[in-house]
């Protein structure tokens, strides 16, 4: 079954605290990417990655960073996580024939919370 | 200036009946594909439906059809026969630079809350 995977799903933690939510895929995209979902925003794009070991900054890459050493994950990190991180993050991968209709699919979000 | 822009923070309907919610986006880019995704209360995003810029017909997927109208910008979701499974949160999405290869950054609007009545 294709998945995409986040963890944990539900995260409170305190600032500064160094943290990281894992994404992992089965459906070996070579794309994958991070949004993150606040009230009245929509979703907006943290970092993507067309390919192991290439990454770049989305719309809101403050205060995040992240890593592609396998195809398959793409955890986002957040070295001294503050308040106003705190949101629903969702993973996304899609398929590699850029042009077409490909769609993300997303995982099932993970909700942090930063006190 | 907004890429994607949904006037409607909610909406009411009649389960049977059908529904539209407005989607207007903003691009200079000639190759570009809109989506609709769906998010009910338990929190996923679920894909609806794709229209890509450069297709002559509205897409459609089962009680699902886009309401294409490239002159004026606008990708209107049209859900037909609502149901009370249909009470979720509705995002219109937009994808630029489909011709280029670059990355493939979804530009998500704020959302429609659409609720079925019984």
């Known amino acids: 079954e294709a998945q995409v995977t986040q963890n944990p799903r539900y995260l409170i933690t305190v600032t500064g605290k160094k943290l990281t939510v894992t994404c992992s895929q089965n459906?070996?995209?070579?794309?994958m990417s991070w949004y993150r979902q606040d009230p009245g925003l929509g979703l907006r794009q943290i970092y993507y990655?067309?390919?192991?070991?290439?990454?770049d900054k989305g719309d809101v890459p403050e205060g995040y960073k992240v890593s592609r050493k396998e195809k398959r994950n793409f955890p986002l990190i957040l070295e001294s996580p503050s308040p106003n991180q705190t949101s629903l993050y969702f993973c996304?991968?899609?398929?590699?024939?850029?042009?077409?209709?490909?769609?993300?699919?997303f995982g099932p979000g993970t909700r942090l919370t930063v006190l | 200036a907004q890429k994607i822009t949904q006037t409607q923070p909610g909406m009411f309907v009649q389960e049977k009946e059908a529904v539209t919610l407005d989607c207007t986006y903003d691009?200079?880019?000639?190759?570009?594909?809109l989506f609709w995704y769906k998010q009910p209360s338990s929190g996923e995003m679920i894909f609806l439906i794709y229209?890509?810029?450069?297709?002559?017909q509205n897409a459609t997927e089962g009680r699902y059809s886009l309401n294409f109208q490239k002159a004026r910008k606008s990708a209107n979701l049209v859900i037909s026969a609502s149901q009370l499974g249909d009470s979720a949160m509705y995002f219109c999405?937009?994808?630029?630079?489909?011709?280029?290869?670059?990355?493939?950054?979804?530009?998500f609007g704020s959302g429609t809350q659409l609720t079925v009545l019984p």
């Open positions: 996304a991968t899609s398929g590699d024939r850029a042009g077409e209709s490909d769609t993300q699919y």
């Open positions: 459906m070996n995209h070579e794309y």
């Open positions: 990655s067309m390919n192991v070991e290439v990454t």
């Open positions: 691009t200079s880019d000639p190759s570009y594909g």
């Open positions: 229209q890509g810029s450069y297709d002559q």
């Open positions: 999405a937009m994808r630029e630079g489909l011709s280029s290869g670059s990355a493939r950054q979804l530009t």
